[in-house]
């Protein structure tokens, strides 16, 4: 069995960063509210507690507060910002709100720790920390040390190192703070004892044998779009029941060039029921003379709805439905959701029409960078597996305007350009999504001694943590002109090429 870490979540933004620096220490987690009881936790069975941060002060009326009783379990805690305000409230210390600035700090902040302490130990003594509170601790509580200080305040790090207890001003899960992942760490192997268990290798191996527990000698049906998440958990299936997997895969011909083939083609390996449903004609004739981009969205969802019913009729009766949630989903779909801008299409959020005996989501577990690392596992080809995403309705929604196949080869064309220059630079690390799409502008240029009336296509390159906000990518000038270059000669009806330099917000990544 996994040694597990629990974190529990008082509301802060970083809950999931706290998780997933967790797993690259090699130590499996999981983030649940503060609102877990007593009893809930001992189930858990952790073997460690990380508080997270969160936007209130202690003292607020309705703060949030963890289950009484829970520094009595003899777990190690760690508690980041608020987190380590409640350990110091909780336990007999106070906390005081920052009044007169003098101890509120926020951004980075040279800090001095203690190297004697478990969760600095082999660290440079000084470093910069990233600080986000107004409130601080002004009391320690009994038997607890001070482990760090900066200029603006002598409380910056807490610990009980006989209770196994430790508190953290600062967030040391963001990237800003010097060797944040190592404190994480001496946490875990230092104070927690645990042994790192936690590998994709080990998961790939329990997630078959509970896959085959699971479905028997029934049988699975999967809709896989040939995005990353679809990929692996095909992959999955595939290499625990076989030919008990029906994979259907609809070719709605709004994918990038290559792309159905090359999914078929990746999935050759396994000796599965392999479907592609080849249906461009339909959906092209479906949004044939519709320009708004919701529209277009609501057609296509709903078409690769009716397209799978038809094959989920022609299959016949299926036991499980496969599908390929991520972790992310399963944390923000328990919280408040903020006002829907475009009405996403996934193949994730597939519908109750065929009566399955259960859904089965095998990766509802993992972070993006662990299903690719699962995939990798698997075998699956490497452009799969580290494949940028691409949105469900596909280069519909990247054509500014009517859909005709006329675009949408001119954009495959121009995007498959784009691609290719970005990999020939080596620069596809500095970005997080990058592509072409077609705007619905034409205007004039020159090529040779002749007039054209030809379309702009525009490039689109943004760098995101969490693709809520986006920053456009100062991509060099010499590979936007190669780029631009060969476009205007190697695609026809094309005379000009823009690239957008707007952020997230006010523009969103995807251009509809
Ligand atoms: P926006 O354009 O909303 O995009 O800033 C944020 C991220 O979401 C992706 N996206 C989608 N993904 N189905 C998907 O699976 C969709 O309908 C969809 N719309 C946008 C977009 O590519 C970007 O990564």
Same mark, same amino acid.
């Given at each position: 069995m996994e040694e597990k870490v629990l974190i529990l979540n008082f509301g802060g933004q970083y809950d999931q960063l706290i998780a997933r620096r967790v797993r690259e220490c090699n130590v499996y987690c999981e983030v649940k509210d503060y609102t877990v009881t007593l009893d809930e936790i001992k189930a858990f069975n952790p073997i460690g507690i990380i508080f997270?941060?969160?936007?209130? /002060?202690?003292?607020?009326?309705?703060s949030?507060?963890?289950?009484?009783?829970?520094? &009595?379990?003899?777990i190690p805690i760690l508690g980041i910002c608020y987190g380590c305000q409640l350990i110091a409230h909780h336990l007999g210390g106070s906390v005081t709100a920052a $009044?007169?600035? /003098?101890?509120?700090e926020y951004g980075k902040t040279l800090t001095t720790y203690d190297t004697d302490?478990?969760?600095?130990?082999?660290?440079? &003594?000084? %470093?910069?920390?990233?600080? /986000?509170h107004g409130d601080y601790m002004e009391k320690v509580p009994k038997g607890f040390k001070l482990t760090a200080h900066s200029d603006k305040c002598p409380n910056v790090a807490i610990a009980d190192k006989e209770k196994k207890l430790y508190g953290v001003q600062f967030h040391p899960e963001v990237n800003h703070t010097e060797n944040g992942t190592r404190m994480i760490g001496n946490f875990l192997y230092e104070v927690c004892s645990a042994s790192g268990n936690w590998t994709m290798e080990g998961y790939k191996r329990r997630a078959i044998a509970e896959i085959r527990e699971? +479905? !028997?000698? !029934?049988?699975?049906?999967?809709?896989? /779009?040939? %995005?990353?998440?679809s990929s692996v958990c095909a992959a999955l299936f595939?290499? $625990?029941? %076989?030919?008990?997997?029906?994979? +259907?895969?609809?070719?709605? !011909?709004?994918m990038r060039k290559n792309e159905g083939d090359e999914v078929e083609a990746a999935f050759k390996k396994w000796d599965i029921n392999f479907i592609r449903v080849n249906a461009k004609d339909r959906f092209l004739s479906k949004l044939a003379g519709k320009t708004e981009p919701e529209e277009k969205r609501k057609i296509i969802g709903e078409e690769f709805i009716r397209v799978f019913e038809e094959e989920g009729k022609k299959i016949g009766k299926t036991d499980y439905l496969v599908q390929g949630t991520i972790y992310p989903d399963v944390i923000e779909s328990g919280k408040e959701n903020a006002a829907t801008i475009k009405s996403h299409h996934n193949v994730g959020g597939l519908p109750d029409f065929v009566d399955f005996k259960e859904i089965l989501e095998p990766l509802r577990l993992l972070?993006?960078? &662990?299903?690719? $690392?699962? !995939?990798?596992?698997?075998?699956? $080809? &490497?452009?799969?597996?580290?494949?940028?995403?691409?949105?469900?309705?596909?280069?519909?929604?990247?054509?500014i305007g009517e859909i005709t196949e006329e675009k949408l080869d001119i954009l495959r064309e121009a995007d498959y350009i784009f691609r290719e220059e970005i990999s020939k630079a080596g620069i596809?690390?500095?970005?997080?999504?990058?592509?072409?799409?077609?705007?619905?502008?034409?205007? +004039?240029g020159v090529m040779g001694d002749g007039r054209t009336y030809d379309w702009a296509i525009a490039l689109r390159s943004v760098s995101t943590a969490d693709f809520m906000t986006a920053d456009f990518v100062r991509i060099p000038y010499d590979v936007l002109e190669t780029v631009s270059r060969r476009i205007v000669n190697e695609v026809p009806h094309v005379n000009r090429v823009l690239y957008d330099i707007t952020s997230k917000p006010p523009a969103t990544v995807e251009f509809e």
């Amino acid at each position: 069995m996994e040694e597990k870490v629990l974190i529990l979540n008082f509301g802060g933004q970083y809950d999931q960063l706290i998780a997933r620096r967790v797993r690259e220490c090699n130590v499996y987690c999981e983030v649940k509210d503060y609102t877990v009881t007593l009893d809930e936790i001992k189930a858990f069975n952790p073997i460690g507690i990380i508080f997270t941060g969160g936007p209130d /002060s202690v003292y607020a009326e309705n703060s949030y507060h963890p289950a009484e009783g829970i520094f &009595e379990l003899g777990i190690p805690i760690l508690g980041i910002c608020y987190g380590c305000q409640l350990i110091a409230h909780h336990l007999g210390g106070s906390v005081t709100a920052a $009044a007169d600035n /003098s101890a509120r700090e926020y951004g980075k902040t040279l800090t001095t720790y203690d190297t004697d302490c478990l969760l600095f130990k082999g660290l440079p &003594e000084k %470093g910069i920390s990233w600080m /986000s509170h107004g409130d601080y601790m002004e009391k320690v509580p009994k038997g607890f040390k001070l482990t760090a200080h900066s200029d603006k305040c002598p409380n910056v790090a807490i610990a009980d190192k006989e209770k196994k207890l430790y508190g953290v001003q600062f967030h040391p899960e963001v990237n800003h703070t010097e060797n944040g992942t190592r404190m994480i760490g001496n946490f875990l192997y230092e104070v927690c004892s645990a042994s790192g268990n936690w590998t994709m290798e080990g998961y790939k191996r329990r997630a078959i044998a509970e896959i085959r527990e699971n +479905v !028997g000698d !029934g049988r699975a049906l999967l809709a896989l /779009s040939g %995005g990353v998440d679809s990929s692996v958990c095909a992959a999955l299936f595939a290499e $625990a029941v %076989g030919k008990q997997l029906t994979c +259907v895969f609809v070719d709605h !011909g709004l994918m990038r060039k290559n792309e159905g083939d090359e999914v078929e083609a990746a999935f050759k390996k396994w000796d599965i029921n392999f479907i592609r449903v080849n249906a461009k004609d339909r959906f092209l004739s479906k949004l044939a003379g519709k320009t708004e981009p919701e529209e277009k969205r609501k057609i296509i969802g709903e078409e690769f709805i009716r397209v799978f019913e038809e094959e989920g009729k022609k299959i016949g009766k299926t036991d499980y439905l496969v599908q390929g949630t991520i972790y992310p989903d399963v944390i923000e779909s328990g919280k408040e959701n903020a006002a829907t801008i475009k009405s996403h299409h996934n193949v994730g959020g597939l519908p109750d029409f065929v009566d399955f005996k259960e859904i089965l989501e095998p990766l509802r577990l993992l972070f993006k960078d &662990e299903v690719r $690392a699962l !995939g990798r596992e698997l075998g699956l $080809a &490497e452009y799969l597996v580290s494949r940028q995403p691409f949105p469900g309705p596909g280069l519909a929604i990247r054509i500014i305007g009517e859909i005709t196949e006329e675009k949408l080869d001119i954009l495959r064309e121009a995007d498959y350009i784009f691609r290719e220059e970005i990999s020939k630079a080596g620069i596809e690390h500095t970005m997080n999504q990058y592509f072409a799409a077609l705007t619905n502008m034409r205007s +004039v240029g020159v090529m040779g001694d002749g007039r054209t009336y030809d379309w702009a296509i525009a490039l689109r390159s943004v760098s995101t943590a969490d693709f809520m906000t986006a920053d456009f990518v100062r991509i060099p000038y010499d590979v936007l002109e190669t780029v631009s270059r060969r476009i205007v000669n190697e695609v026809p009806h094309v005379n000009r090429v823009l690239y957008d330099i707007t952020s997230k917000p006010p523009a969103t990544v995807e251009f509809e």
